[in-house]
């Protein structure tokens, strides 16, 4: 299909979006026909079905809504389909894999007798559903939603484990290796879920468009099923402690929203595990910007201060909570081109109610001033407790103050009371031109793309592990790329210059370091997607490595353009980004030590210069090793990557001058 003013055109029909195979079946195929989610009528009940490459995946998706004591869609049977093939091109506010690519997939609306309808679209690399409802009621109340998928084998599965607290999470989740058949029964926990299919295909189970409605939750059930479930809406919260909004009562229904609404995506990634890491189809599900003006919306790097524990020295000041430290955070990110800073907690009093209340070693108007005099924005750290109880006079007092953006921790829900107020924190931070990054909360279900100033999530098992435990292995940090981060960017907050050894690593909650060599950190900048990057350690070890800042001074956060050098899930990643005529290579493995052969052919003409920094000759048993080298190469050049066990590697491209 031709491009039409830059842009692919959408058809209203197709032949092949949906054929009805016999009276009460409506299949949709994917444009590459290897796809095809069908919805079958059982009598009164309906039921989706997934196949890919002509086998079946998933046998049965019973599915139903109640709204108002009424289960929909009832009785009444498949009453009519419209069909269309969506071919369009995106150019997302806030790039991430690339900045722009091509949305592609066949969409069927079907109706029902009664005021519901399920539309249906697959993609060549994955298949959605969701319900839509046009009840003529201002509003209604979702009792409930019955969702299970019963797959076709005992996939192995990358299952995210279960919290003990129930709904109460920061979904920080490990992914343990397992059968469907063994995922816990009675035991929810929060997808993304990742199954291994035959031929070398993985799906992932997620939820995208999360508004006025509560996140998906899996859990266990008979053989090889899994179990949809929802928190319930809050009756009553407690706070507990000066940060832990708690549900202490919940009511016995999941949403009160508008009855005519669209409601959630329910989506399959399908895909090998180089497409997983290019997957752009969950982030075409979620609403467009709403934004009217998004010139404003900067991302970038951050020198950070509470990884680290502000451990500055050779300093003539006492390193703290304090005007000096920050302002010496502010110097540094200036003189190595990073964009912000943030205060983290204890810039305030401690307390839900103080807020407001600066601690007295701090001004935060001086500071915002400082960082402005060198082009540094500041970004506060919050609880969400706290920002609700003071919400319209913080955000004044934030214009006030100059800053550019907050970091709101402790959700620690996905109900729809807390998915409600992440929404409100987006629309009213971007009324006031501030940033967001969501922490210590529910995954990312395409926020970021409705409101682009919600930069980054993190609902990741990240770096800050390593203060209290050992969870954040390589073998994790090479898990992440292919399943929580296909949900959306992350801030797993890289950048430790203290590297050790699987045998050398301790957790050291003061001065912390990371497991793995110093240039699997480094890789994180490339592999891993935020528009919002930290980095984590203190300007003194930065100071004392400093061949390691051209690169972290350079590396961009948003990119023009994805290549795959290798995947495999759990074990390695590597992959080229373009920003601009810049490439750069990011790689790392697990605890294995491996060597990659990764070709070039992404390069244009012409000779480049690269930069790398790899695992040193000593790595495996000195993690900080580091060899820095510069050489020329070409689009036939192949690089011949040796990863020390942990190891990483990160590269600089540019065009040859000539």
Known sequence: MGMIQGIWAITATTVFAATLVQAQEVRTVSPDETIVFSILAEGANICGKLAVDGKSVIDRIPMSITIDGVEYPGSGGLNKTETRTIDRETVPVIPGISSRFREQCNETVIRFDGPVNLRVRVHNDGAA??????????????????????????????????????YFSHQERRLGRLPISAAPIGQPTSPPVLLEL??????????????????LWIEGAEGTALKAS?????????????????????????????????????????ADDAGLLTSTMLHTLADPCRLDDTAWIKPGKVAWDWWNYRNITDMPFKAG??????????????????????????????????????????????????????????????????????????FEQFSTWGIKGIKVDFMQRDDQVMMDFCERIAIVAANHQLLVDFHGGSKPTGLQRTYPNVLTHESVLGLEQNKWSKNATPGMAVLLPFTRMVA??????????????????RAVGRNPGSQGTRCHQLAMYVVYLSPLQMLADTPTKYRRNPGCMPFLSAVPTTWDETVVLHAEVGKAVAVARRKGDTWYIGAMTDWTPRELECKLGFLGNGDFQLNSWKDGP?????????????????????????????????????????
């Open 129 to 166: 559903f969701r319900w839509e409802s046009r009840i003529d009621r201002g509003e209604v109340t979702v009792n409930g939603e019955e969702l299970a998928f019963e797959f076709a084998d005992d996939y192995p599965a990358y299952y995210p484990t279960p919290e003990k607290k129930g």
């Open 198 to 215: 035959d031929g070398g295909r993985k799906l992932l189970l997620t939820d995208v468009n999360v508004q006025h409605y509560p996140g």
């Open 230 to 270: 929802f928190p319930p809406y809050p009756a009553k919260t407690e706070l507990k402690g000066d940060r832990d909004l708690t549900v202490a009562e919940r009511s016995d229904f999941l949403a009160k929203c508008p009855g005519t609404r669209s409601f959630p995506w329910r989506a399959f990634v399908v």
């Open 321 to 394: 909570i304090n005007q000096e430290t920050y302002k010496h955070f502010i110097d540094f990110a200036a003189a190595n081109d990073l964009q912000y800073i943030i205060l983290d907690e204890g810039w305030s009093e401690k307390g839900p109610d103080n807020l407001l209340h600066v601690v007295p070693a701090l001004n935060i108007a001086e500071l915002v001033e400082h960082g402005e005099s060198k082009n540094v924005g500041v970004i506060l750290w919050m609880t969400s407790a706290a920002l609700e109880q003071n919400f319209d006079a913080a």
């Open 488 to 505: 959306g960017p992350m801030d797993y907050t890289p950048g430790a210059m203290d590297n050790y050894t699987e045998a050398t690593f």
């Open 618 to 658: 000593n790595a495996a048993t000195e993690a900080t090793d580091t060899t820095i080298g510069e050489s020329t190469v070409d689009a036939s050049s192949t690089l011949t990557l040796k990863l020390a066990p942990g190891g990483g590697y990160a590269a600089i491209i540019k065009r040859s001058k000539s």
